[in-house]
């Protein structure tokens, strides 16, 4: 043999004797393609990382002109009330998430990641839309709530990252979820805030008369919804995971396609050693504990997101930042790059340092000590007040994704390979849980809160953040044992 074939040899080795394909069948066209091509697929990362981005960005696209959109519908009859009903509309998202998640995932393993993905993506296209054409409160959050349940990609996406590339690369797969969120955290909120209310900022381009006069919130909406577009047609071209035949037997062995990745030894000996300890993810304390932690993190950073953009937004007499959409999606914008920069080249050194358990705990206590100072920021005057904000949004956003990467790599240090993908879901499911009720319970306190600015004990804001201190607090307390087991 010639030293360029060993080489070529080694660089791609040959498939075991036992791997069967099926013609015809999709997961096993996938699995040759792996199996020919060890490179990392870096198309196929694109298209996901793409199709997570536009799972993201109508989340993200609310926050800087929801304040706004709820005065600009007459719902509220006092300027106190807005924050009300603004939570209830940011909680319908979630809670028609956290209702239908599960069963997303089924059908997905049922018919295929490719048709959930694609009827996904088309309801986010519909709904989106809609959404930014609401002209009553009831069709606001009935097109968000549909919006929330129909959309059902987020849990098949994660094990479609898994099961398009080999095992070696898994990690990049999974990686590229939280970089696609970080990074809809930036474009989400710029379109928010820089293209609502289009005929106040851009007279010339976008007179009052026009459409877009008319429904002020449908420009950032729309773009939104042209960008779902492009994606879902792109989808033609997305390869299909599951495999479409059923097990084959021939006398005592077992010939399974590769439905999943070719298992090592060493990992046929760790499932074979963690067999008896997985009947059940419920009975799993160190993964249980983990996702608790995860919840309860998701329902304080949901909460804070929806306060603050309440906040920032409200009038100084009520003790907000009279702030402008424009504003809050400028502060979220740099949030967002900075979590993009800070994932990638700071939170790795500090787990090395700290540990993961440690490194929570170092968070959780220095956002506690940033939350203090929060409601004393209405007393600055700009350009000052805008500085200190967009400091302080960074550092706390930081912080709260400092402990939900720890968490979320507790998940899956708890369970074995062949389970990561259910206890994900399993996850997923029950944070969207916590943060449909984060929004409502948010908008419900900051109303009552704006209601009692002069009282003498904790007045207005200052009860607000009190609050988010306190939810902290149990973060803290849940970091120790017994409450968090570690694998």
Not at 133 to 140: E, G, R, V
Not at 284 to 298: D, K, Q, T
Request: neutral net charge; aromatic residues 14%; charged residues 15%.
């Amino acid at each position: 043999m010639a030293a360029g074939d060993e080489v070529a040899a080694a660089a791609a080795p040959p498939l075991p004797e036992t791997a069967y394909y099926h013609e015809g069948c999709p997961g096993c066209a996938v699995d040759r393609s792996k199996a020919l091509n060890p490179g990392v697929p870096y198309l196929r990362f694109f298209h996901i990382w793409i199709i997570i981005l536009v799972s993201c960005l109508p989340i993200s696209l609310l926050f800087p002109f929801l304040y706004f959109m709820i005065r600009d519908l007459h719902i509220a009859k006092r300027v106190e009330d807005i924050g009300f009903y603004a939570g209830f509309v940011g909680a319908s998202y979630m809670l028609g998430r956290a209702l239908t998640s599960a069963a997303w995932g089924m059908v997905a393993d049922y018919i295929g990641r490719k048709p959930v993905i694609i009827f996904g993506i088309f309801s986010a296209f519909v709904f989106n839309t809609l959404f930014g054409l609401s002209t009553q409160y009831w069709m606001a959050i009935t097109t968000r709530f549909l919006l929330g349940s129909l959309n059902g990609l987020l849990g098949p996406i994660r094990a479609y990252a898994i099961e398009v590339c080999r095992p070696e690369h898994q990690a990049i797969g999974l990686s590229l979820v939280s970089t696609s969120w970080a990074i809809g955290l930036i474009v989400g909120p710029a379109i928010g805030g820089y293209l609502a209310q289009p005929s106040e900022k851009y007279p010339n381009l976008f007179p009052t008369n026009s459409l877009f006069g008319r429904f002020p919130y449908f420009l950032p909406c729309l773009c939104m919804s042209v960008f779902c577009l492009a994606i879902l047609i792109s989808c033609i071209w997305l390869p299909e995971t599951l495999h479409k035949h059923a097990t084959e037997r021939n006398g005592d062995c077992e010939n399974e396609s590769l439905s999943t990745h070719l298992l090592d030894s060493e990992e046929l000996a760790e499932q074979h050693i963690s067999a008896a300890k997985n009947k059940s993810l419920f009975k799993n304390w160190p993964l249980m504990s983990s996702i608790i932690l995860f919840c309860i993190v998701s329902f304080d950073d949901m909460a804070y997101t929806e306060i603050f953009s309440l906040w920032s937004e409200s009038d100084r007499e009520y003790g907000g930042l009279n702030f402008s959409s424009e504003d809050v999606g400028q502060v979220l914008g740099i949030t967002g790059a900075s979590i993009l920069l800070y994932q990638t080249f700071i939170y790795p050194h500090i787990v090395k340092v700290l540990g993961i358990i440690n490194t929570s705990r170092v968070a959780i206590i220095l956002s506690m000590a940033l939350l203090f100072g929060y409601a004393s920021m209405t007393y600055l005057s700009r350009p000052w007040l805008s500085i200190v904000v967009n400091i302080a949004s960074v550092l706390k956003n930081n912080f709260v994704v400092t402990i939900v990467t720890c968490s979320f790599i507790l998940q899956n240090n708890s369970v074995p390979q062949h389970q990561r993908a259910t206890a994900n879901g399993l996850a997923t499911t029950l944070m969207s849980f916590f943060k449909a009720f984060a929004p409502a319970g948010a908008g419900i306190v900051f109303s009552w809160a704006q209601k009692r600015q002069h009282a003498f004990f904790f007045p207005g804001d200052q009860m607000v953040f009190s609050l988010l201190i306190i939810i902290e607090h149990l973060e803290l307390i849940w970091t120790f044992r017994p409450f968090l087991a570690m694998p």
